[in-house]
């Protein structure tokens, strides 16, 4: 199982996501994910800058693969500037870039004032996309009227070699088979062999399987629960909240029912390679084929070092 970064447009800057990219190369790690947000989770999470900005400041540091996990293509931004946009960013890569695309969550796409459909329509309005994005990258001229999108005479000029790939994310079984038919590979989050097996068995055999996890660290386990909980507390709430909810401001008050411990369960918080190992095993025995690890706090740089010096190294062992 091959380890990635996961750069997090959520909780830092520019310059510190360029920092950690280039902290990161050259030192076992695989490729880089990143996050694609308008808002923040939270407040105290601080920044969210424009991931395709990010994408091509990053092609003229690193030249590790990039996949954003994951764009929405339905709400904000049409489909058709998505498939340029990455059809750029596969260019600057020299096809290093995979698209990843999900559903998305309210916290980001119902700025552009529309009703937040059900899970349903956007999974049926997230395939649409995807099909429309692929024929976007033939080249041609093209003029689609669908149920969700129209394009008139839309030609993308600048292609890479290859169309990229897409990924799709998938965290209950509609969105995991849709992954499955549709995507090149399978995003998720979470360490869960159920659909894992679902993704591999609904027609995702031979594609890769990448997860994406966050990890705190510290010198001191207490103080990195701390940080935990103070910027990502959101990453703790129940069922399809993190779907629903349309503001920071929201997140916060439903985050209110977060204890600071629920943290230790929903990532590695603390100093400990073994913790940090066996948070990582759980995607191994899962089936997952990448793992990105999302740093948290103050002390990203310190665990960039930490994980290029204990944890790839014994992992691979």
Known sequence: MRIGLFLSCEEYSPEQLLAQARRAAGRGFHAYWISDHFHPWLDDQGQSPFVWSMIGALSQVSDLPITTAATCPTGRIHPMIIAQAAATSAVMTNGKFILGLGSGEALNESIAGKVWPPTDIRLEMLAEAIQLIRELWSGDVVTHSGKHFTTHHARIYTLPQQPP??????????????????????????????LVKLFQE????????????KACYAKDEDEAVK????????????GELAQVLPTPQHFEQASKVVEPQAMRKEMVCGPDPAKHLEGLKKYRDAGFDEVYVAPVGRYDLDMIDFYASEIIPALAD
């Not at 609904?202 to 994406?212: A, C, E, L, M, R």
């Open 202 to 213: 609904s027609g995702g055999g031979g594609k890769p399987i990448t997860g994406g996890a």
């Open 227 to 238: 940080m935990a909980y103070e910027r990502w507390r959101s990453s703790a709430l129940p």
């Open 165 to 194: 790939k897409i990924f799709v994310s998938g965290f209950g079984p509609k969105s995991t088979r849709l992954a499955a038919r549709m995507g090149d590979g399978y995003i998720s989050t979470r360490p869960d062999e159920k």
